[in-house]
C-alpha cells in the first residue's frame, strides 16, 4: 500500500492552493481592475484546466492513492461530502466566473488573447454575485480542509497529511 500520493497529485494540489488564494486576494471586478482583473481571470481559468488535469491524474494514479484510515462511519461521510464539495467548487467557481465576467463586458483580453464570453448573459448582474458568493463558500472548504489535515496531524497523529507533502529522499 502506498502511503504518498503520487507526485504529479502533490503538485497539482499545491499549485491549485496558490492559484486559489492568488484569485482569492486579487477578487473583484476585473473590468475595473487592470493587472489584478487579469490575473484574477487566469488564476481562475487555470485553477478550471488544472481540475480536469486532477481528475485525469486521479484516473491515472487510482491504484497509487492512499487509502488511509478512516476512524468512524461519520468522518468517512463527512469526508466524502468535502471532497465532493471541493471538486465542484473547483470546477463550478470558475464557470460562474466566467459566465460572470461575460454578463459585465463585451471584451476582455488577457495579455493579448481575447477571452471568448457569452453575450447572452450580458447585464446578468446576480452571476456576479453567485460568483463571490460560491468563491467565499470555498475558500471556507478550503480552510475546514486545511484543518481536518492539521487536525490529522497533530491530535489523530496519523499519515492523512504526510501523505500530500513531497517524500523527501534518503
Same mark, same amino acid.
Given at each position: 500500500? +502506498?502511503? #504518498?500520493?503520487?507526485?504529479? *497529485?502533490? =503538485?497539482?494540489?499545491?499549485?491549485? &492552493?496558490? @492559484?486559489? !488564494? /492568488?484569485?482569492?486576494?486579487?477578487s473583484?471586478?476585473?473590468?475595473?481592475?487592470?493587472?489584478?482583473?487579469?490575473? +484574477?481571470? #487566469?488564476?481562475?481559468?487555470? *485553477?478550471? =484546466?488544472?481540475?480536469?488535469?486532477? &481528475?485525469? @491524474?486521479? !484516473? /491515472?494514479?487510482?491504484?497509487?492513492i492512499?487509502?488511509?484510515e478512516?476512524i468512524?462511519?461519520?468522518?468517512?461521510?463527512?469526508?466524502?461530502?468535502?471532497?465532493?464539495?471541493?471538486?465542484?467548487?473547483?470546477?463550478?467557481?470558475?464557470?460562474?466566473?466566467?459566465?460572470?465576467?461575460?454578463?459585465?463586458?463585451?471584451?476582455?483580453?488577457?495579455?493579448?488573447?481575447?477571452?471568448?464570453?457569452?453575450?447572452?448573459?450580458?447585464?446578468?448582474?446576480?452571476?456576479?454575485e453567485?460568483h463571490?458568493?460560491?468563491?467565499?463558500?470555498?475558500?471556507?472548504?478550503?480552510?475546514?480542509?486545511?484543518?481536518?489535515?492539521?487536525?490529522?496531524?497533530?491530535?489523530?497523529?496519523?499519515?492523512?497529511?504526510?501523505?500530500?507533502?513531497?517524500?523527501?529522499?534518503?
Amino acid at each position: 500500500m +502506498h502511503n #504518498t500520493y503520487p507526485k504529479p *497529485i502533490i =503538485i497539482i494540489h499545491w499549485l491549485t &492552493l496558490l @492559484l486559489v !488564494v /492568488i484569485a482569492y486576494l486579487s477578487s473583484g471586478n476585473p473590468t475595473n481592475t487592470g493587472l489584478l482583473g487579469q490575473v +484574477h481571470v #487566469t488564476c481562475g481559468l487555470s *485553477i478550471l =484546466i488544472l481540475f480536469f488535469i486532477r &481528475l485525469s @491524474l486521479i !484516473v /491515472i494514479y487510482q491504484k497509487n492513492i492512499p487509502q488511509n484510515e478512516i476512524i468512524n462511519q461519520y468522518q468517512n461521510r463527512l469526508f466524502k461530502i468535502v471532497r465532493l464539495m471541493l471538486y465542484l467548487s473547483l470546477c463550478i467557481v470558475p464557470i460562474a466566473g466566467w459566465l460572470a465576467l461575460s454578463s459585465l463586458t463585451e471584451h476582455f483580453k488577457i495579455g493579448s488573447v481575447n477571452l471568448p464570453l457569452l453575450s447572452s448573459v450580458r447585464g446578468v448582474n446576480s452571476i456576479g454575485e453567485l460568483h463571490q458568493f460560491l468563491g467565499n463558500a470555498f475558500i471556507a472548504l478550503v480552510g475546514l480542509h486545511g484543518a481536518a489535515a492539521l487536525i490529522h496531524h497533530f491530535i489523530f497523529k496519523d499519515h492523512v497529511l504526510k501523505s500530500m507533502l513531497f517524500k523527501r529522499d534518503k
